[in-house]
């Protein structure tokens, strides 16, 4: 019969607490590793290549500024179908973001400019245009946003949203027709006649620019007349206040029309 030895209680804490070391071996780089695998080791053996992420594809400026055309001109014909409902409000969001994507070419063009005109004297540099397809675009939107405001009766904010298609296209005629009318709705009747005259310049045989024409003059030279006696009334209260120290007043004085020049004269009466 064998007998097995039981082992101390102390050798097996030494044991415990000295458990064998790995064999030391050195890779084909010269470097000493404790005989256990790496994870580099593990994961990639000889026939493998380490896996290579994908890159995202850089754009160059054409091809950025053609997105963003892409994406303005969707963003513009939601708007119009939007307007097409009734939709104003709404319309004049989508209008708004065709707005701020097609700005967005700008200025990184702007901004490549300014860095490739470091070295450049102040009188060399020059603003940067906006692409004409970019440029139209913008137009159309501002014009489109001038004729929502001026649909919800906001007649202010068409004007100025009109001015700004027309900043980007002078000959636009659907900006000054749109700008025209809000003109009138303000009582502007001198500006809108200016936007009519304009029309005439690009297109002589415009006749609803000649039929406004022709409906606003009476208008605005009722409003002169009207203006002139709203200051002639100012100015009556303002000399009698003088006037009544002296014991005058601007009854004594008479103003009279020359019907040639349209200019007055004054004269005095006790």
Same mark, same amino acid.
């Given at each position: 019969m064998v007998l097995i030895e039981q082992e101390p209680e102390d050798a097996k804490e030494t044991v415990a607490a000295n458990p064998p070391k790995a064999a030391s071996t050195t890779n084909e780089n010269g470097d000493v590793s404790d005989g256990f695998e790496t994870a580099s080791e593990r994961d990639v053996s000889d026939d493998e290549e380490p896996k290579q992420e994908e890159q995202p594809v850089a754009l160059n400026d054409d091809e950025l500024s053609q997105k963003a055309l892409n994406e303005a001109n969707e963003a513009k014909l939601e708007g119009n179908k939007l307007f097409g409902e009734g939709k104003y409000e709404e319309a004049l969001l989508q209008y708004e973001v065709a707005l701020q994507v097609a700005s967005v070419p700008e200025r990184a063009e702007s901004a490549s400019a300014t860095e490739a005109k470091e070295g450049q004297s102040a009188s060399e540099k020059k603003e940067v245009a906006p692409a004409p397809e970019m440029a139209e675009l913008r137009s159309i939107c501002h014009s489109n946003r001038g004729i929502c405001f001026l649909k919800l009766g906001k007649f202010e904010e068409s004007i100025k949203e009109c001015t700004k298609a027309l900043e980007l296209n002078p000959t636009y005629m659907k900006a000054l027709i749109r700008r025209a009318e809000a003109h009138e709705k303000l009582e502007h009747f001198e500006e809108a006649i200016a936007d009519m005259k304009k029309i005439l310049e690009f297109d002589p045989s415009n006749n609803q620019a000649k039929r406004t024409i022709l409906r606003l003059e009476p208008l605005a030279e009722e409003k002169r007349e009207k203006m002139k006696e709203e200051m002639i009334g100012k100015l009556k209260e303002m000399g009698n206040s003088i006037l009544g120290r002296f %014991?005058?007043? #601007? $009854?004594?004085? =008479? &103003?009279? =029309? $020359?019907?040639? #020049? %349209? &200019?007055?004269?004054?004269?005095f009466q006790k």
């Open positions: %014991g005058m007043s #601007t $009854d004594n004085f =008479k &103003a009279v =029309k $020359d019907p040639n #020049t %349209g &200019a007055y004269s004054i004269s």
